[in-house]
Structure formats: structure tokens, C-alpha cells
């Protein structure tokens, strides 16, 4: 899949980003910083917040107007109701809910606590929530055209986000939103070390590389909201981070 | 968590292992044909198969009787009954079953598919298996200390494998294994951004190094069973790979 060689590099001095801001060319702008000349494949991982709040996807909380079912799971599981109303509207579909928390299957399809929705890094009041993008797969292709144009290269571009997930503690990174790399990457048929065919069929490729770029991210003060990733070669067709959402029907955990 | 650039190095050239092998020695090498001076707190994440190899965690299948259990259980999913007496024997409990797929709670606490047990890369015949290494935190612990010892450094090991998961399609690297980095990195408390106190309780930092590292392992014909990583900023204790298996009784997907 690469060559042997991988460099993360941190765009660590990206302003705060604010709604409306031109985020393709703010990040245009860190990577001339960084010295760094784009060449085809190199990946762009940009963190969800801050291509939200770019999207004016932050929300108000006194102008949520819960509904019945929001006020009423919100007092059953002991959350605000108006964040429930938001976790309902976003999403499709209660997978569980427990004490203060709702795992639901968001609209892009993807299975995730209360839709994504993030009260940290979102100002200081706690009367603020920011909502995901409104098409994740969308705004990364959009920033991937921007930077493939300005650059004059073919690059991939992913939107990460910090999940956690059934059976292990800790959340890690994933991708929810790719453009220009193939999400998932094939292994059916091909051969292992020993000539058998290998039964492992696909590796969530643009999850692997959502969780590096995690890795130096940061989660806390430390504002490192873009990584830029040299050296891991691929090849197969582009696919959007939503192909990786398993649908319910082949799911054993739904 | 780290300064803003990382390298992630494939050690591609390790001969291949056998059982019996002193992989330590086998990596020390590795790492000196790369020129590579190891400084405190390198990682360095090596492939699971390997380790098994070398700890001779291959069955012979013409070895294995398998219960009455495994014959019934092996008929309702399809799969050969040595093979599922082998995922019962390394395995706890079973999580779920469905055709050809046997999805249970390893010895190590960790829930995975078929106990981990591998068919590719294990020999052309189809007639081996290879298991999990004993207690892959004590191989992790193991190599840690020789690696240590001969470099005059404090190291960070993982051992790593490609898991499925519930939700999201295709399998990522996860530590199965780790001495002397934290495999959790709590956030509780630490200051946004904004100074909004974080709600995310803790990062599976040694699964996103395990899926850094995936990323240019490759699974097919490509051997690099290795990769060296400089540049992940941690501190906090140590902490094993088994921290990170969540306790049933906590798990809402069980």
C-alpha cells in the first residue's frame, strides 16, 4: 500500500476559525507556512470542528425549541432537552440510550453518541452546540477541488472527527468525511505472504488514516485542527467516507 | 499530546519468522539497517502474526478434536469444527454467531472475531492457525525490555491487529498489546480551547498508533511487520493494551 516512509506534519498555527471564513484558503495559507510543495496523494485530514464552524453549523441553544419526544427522552436519560432536539434532528435513528448519553445513526449514516454534536472548543457559555457538516463527504470534496486547483495536484482530503465505539474504551479517530482517497481498500483475492488468498476483504482505510492524524491532533488546548499526511501510497478508485458506514441490515450490533 | 511532526518508518526488510525466533534481536536489527538512533519515547508497533510466529502460536489442524460443542456450533455457522474449537478454547465467551463468523470475548477482555485466530500468511495449505500470542502485553513487555537495554532508551511498544468492528465496514489496527506508553490518555478536566472543561473522558491513544502503523504495514504480499514511530509526544503512566478492553458490564453492545 506505501512506500516506507510516512511524515506527519502538524499545520499548527491555522487562525481560530469562524463562520463564513474561507477554510480552503486558510489552509492554502498553513501549508505555504509549512514549506510544504503538495504532490499527488499527499492527504489533507481536517478536523470536523473547524470545517463546522467554517459552515456556520454552530447553533444557539435558547433558539432550540424541543419537541414532546426531545422533552421527554431528555428527561428520561437526564440531558438537556434541547441538545436531545438536536441529536433527533440530526439524526435518523436512537441505536441506544442510556444515562446522558444517545447513540444514534446520524444522517450520513454513520452510528455515533449523540449525532457528533460537540459542547467543547465551541465557546465558553455552554449555550452553544456545533452540529456535524451538513455533508461531510461534501465539504471535504469541496476543499480537496480548492486545494487540487491552487496546488495543481491531486490530493485527498479527509474530515475527521473522535468516536467512541462498542467494546473498547477510549474514542479514536474516523473519517466522516473523504474526497480524492479510497475509503475502504479491497483485499479480496489477493494474495498473501504464503500465495493463499487472503479472507480479510477490506481495510477502512480512511479510518486508519483519520486515527494518525488524531495521534497529533490534540483534543485540548493544544490547536493543531489540520494535519498534513506524505508518504502513504495508494491506489483504487476515490470513494466518500460514507461508503464505510456498514448498513443496519448486515449489522449484529443494531 | 506531541510536537508537530511524525515519522512512522517501515521496517520492510525482517527475514521471515519462525517459531522459536528471538525477535527482539530480529528488530534490533531492523531498526540499526535503518540508521535509526532510537531516542526516548519512539515507538516502535510490530504485527501481531509475527509475534505469534515467533512464540510458535501455530496449530497444526490435524491436531485439534474438537468438542461436541465446537461440532454442533461449527455446523450451525459453517466453519470447520478444529477451527471453532480452537476460537472457544482462546475465547471466554461467545459474543455472537452468524454464518461462517464467530464473534467472541478473547481471554485478553478484547471482543473480536474468531478469537484472532489467522488462516492467511499462516502457510500455503490452509492446514495451520495461528493464535493470539499468549498475553500480548507481556510479548509487548518483553521486547520492550530487550529493545530498551540494548538502545539505552525508554521505548513505547505495541503489537497491533486488524479488527472489524460493529457500524462501520472493513477492519482498522488496534493494540492488542503495549508496554510503556499510555494506552488511554484521559482528557477529564483539561481546558478546551474556549476554557470549557472537556467532556471526552479519554483517548484510546495506542489504537491510533496501532492504525498508524496499519496503514503502511499492508496485509497482502507486502511484508513490512514493523513500523517505527518518532514524533507522538506522551506522558501519563504506562498503561497495558487490556486497560483499553471495555468490562461487559459497561458495554451497552454486548
Chains 1, 2 share one sequence.
Not at 509549512?34 to 492527504?43: E, G, S, T
Not at 470542528?49 to 431528555?74: N, Q, T
Not at 445513526?105 to 472548543?121: K, L, T, Y
Not at 483475492?189 to 492524524?213: H, Q, S
Request: with cysteine; proline share 6%.
Amino acid at each position: 500500500m506505501t512506500g516506507p516512509v510516512v511524515s506527519l506534519i502538524a499545520l499548527d498555527d491555522l487562525p481560530l476559525v469562524e463562520a463564513g471564513d474561507d477554510l480552503a484558503a486558510m489552509l492554502i495559507a498553513a501549508v505555504r507556512r509549512k514549506n510544504i510543495a503538495p504532490v499527488d496523494h499527499d492527504i489533507l485530514v481536517v478536523a470536523q470542528k473547524i470545517v463546522s464552524k467554517a459552515e456556520g453549523r454552530m447553533v444557539r441553544l435558547a433558539d432550540v425549541k424541543p419537541s414532546p419526544r426531545a422533552a421527554a427522552i431528555a428527561d428520561e436519560i437526564g440531558k438537556d432537552s434541547r441538545l436531545v432536539e438536536l441529536v433527533l434532528s440530526e439524526g435518523t435513528e436512537i441505536v441506544r440510550r442510556a444515562p446522558n448519553l444517545l447513540i444514534v445513526e446520524h444522517r450520513s449514516g454513520f452510528v455515533m453518541a449523540n449525532a457528533g454534536i460537540d459542547q467543547s472548543n465551541v465557546g465558553g457559555d455552554g449555550e452553544h452546540a456545533l452540529l456535524l457538516p451538513r455533508d461531510a463527504d461534501a465539504s471535504a470534496a469541496a476543499l480537496k477541488a480548492a486545494l487540487d486547483r491552487e496546488f495543481g495536484v491531486d490530493l485527498g482530503v479527509l474530515i475527521n472527527d473522535s468516536f467512541g465505539r462498542p467494546w473498547r474504551k477510549g474514542v479514536v479517530g474516523v473519517a466522516i468525511g473523504a474526497a480524492g482517497v479510497p475509503s475502504l481498500v479491497s483485499l479480496v483475492g489477493k494474495p498473501d505472504l504464503m500465495g493463499r488468498k487472503l479472507r480479510v476483504t477490506e481495510v477502512a482505510f480512511a479510518d486508519e488514516l483519520a486515527a494518525a492524524a488524531s495521534l497529533i491532533m490534540g483534543q485540548g488546548d493544544e490547536g493543531r485542527p489540520a494535519v498534513y499526511i506524505r508518504g502513504v501510497g495508494y491506489d483504487g478508485p476515490p470513494m466518500p467516507a460514507c461508503a464505510i458506514a456498514r448498513p443496519k441490515e448486515t449489522d449484529l450490533f443494531r
